[in-house]
């Protein structure tokens, strides 16, 4: 079995891959016990000695300080970003392997993508060339409160009486970059709007926007073979995908019109499901 030392478990992410590790047929949870913030240098280089990889689950503020201190201690030791603070830079790579070629055996050095983003990407690449640009795409979703990580998680929990779903971040939502980077269409246009529900986990989007050509999209001919992006018949649901590593897609054209449905587990392959996917690759 492969050690995974995870740093940061008491997030919904870190949780999540505890629970994951727990029973995984490759990975199992290296050095349980260690807390990064008060252990010893000499405990931190035994744990770092003792493991295949490391996954950081610790918030954005605190990951650079971290990472260079793990560099330090073990440089060729595969590490695993959640944070998304290294996202874009150099040496780091994208761990969306439906998207990434580079993400191969002995890259030591991944960030994990944005959960709407991946989604998002996935639903849209095999129109990316179909869009048209001269009008905008727009992206709603609802995400269970863990996509905001373990603010809202505790913010649902101790506001009872609030509304059962609540906006989260306005049009300039920090993973349209991110997205627009995946598809390698710079001009598009998009718009996205996502809030939060309270329910735990699972997320369901509708992307709206218009296409090049109103002849019928071959849509279903998705090039990905990787079987987590799962073709439905039918608008998808969040709790058919909750505790999956799927994207459940279902697309509707009228005209040069389109929908893609969209539901997946913000923390299936939202984050976790899709890090150990990518950890698996490259170990």
């Known amino acids: 079995m492969k050690k995974v030392l995870l740093l940061g478990k008491t997030g919904p992410i870190g949780a999540e891959f505890v629970r994951r590790l727990d029973s995984h047929e490759d990975f199992e949870l ?17 744990a770092l000695m003792d493991c295949t990889a490391v996954v950081s689950a610790i918030p954005r503020r605190h990951s650079l300080e971290v990472v260079e201190g793990i560099a330090a201690i073990n440089p060729g030791l595969v590490i695993y970003d959640c944070s998304g603070i290294h996202r874009g ?6 761990a969306l392997p439906e998207l990434n070629p580079q993400l191969i055996k002995g890259t030591t050095r991944l960030v994990g993508p944005g959960c709407f983003a991946t989604a998002a990407s996935l639903a849209l690449w095999p129109i990316r060339n179909q869009i048209d640009t001269r009008s905008a795409v727009h992206i709603e979703a609802i995400g269970g409160a863990s996509t905001g990580g373990k603010k809202w998680v505790t913010f649902f929990e101790e506001n009872p009486e609030q509304d059962l779903i ?11 970059p991110e997205i ?11 718009r996205m709007v996502p809030q939060l529900a309270r329910r735990y986990r699972g997320t369901t989007m509708a992307i709206h926007g218009d296409l090049k050509t109103s002849e019928e999209v071959p849509y279903s001919e998705h090039p990905f073979t990787s079987g987590r992006v799962v073709h ?6 969040w ?39 990518s950890l698996a690759i490259v170990t």
Do not use: C, M
């Open 239 to 277: 709790g058919e995908v909750v505790g999956t590593d799927e994207v459940h897609v279902y697309w509707v054209q009228e005209g040069s019109r389109f929908t893609v449905h969209v539901a997946f587990d913000n923390l299936g392959k939202g984050s976790v499901g899709q890090a150990l996917q």
């Open 89 to 94: 830079k150099e040496g780091w790579e994208y």
């Open 180 to 190: 627009k980077s995946n598809l390698g269409v710079q001009a598009l246009e998009l």
């Open 30 to 46: 290296g050095s349980p016990d260690l807390d990064w913030r008060t252990a010893s240098y000499e405990a931190k280089v035994k």
């Open 232 to 237: 439905r018949n039918k608008t998808p649901q």
């Open 166 to 176: 609540v906006p989260n971040t306005g049009l300039n939502h920090p993973h349209i």
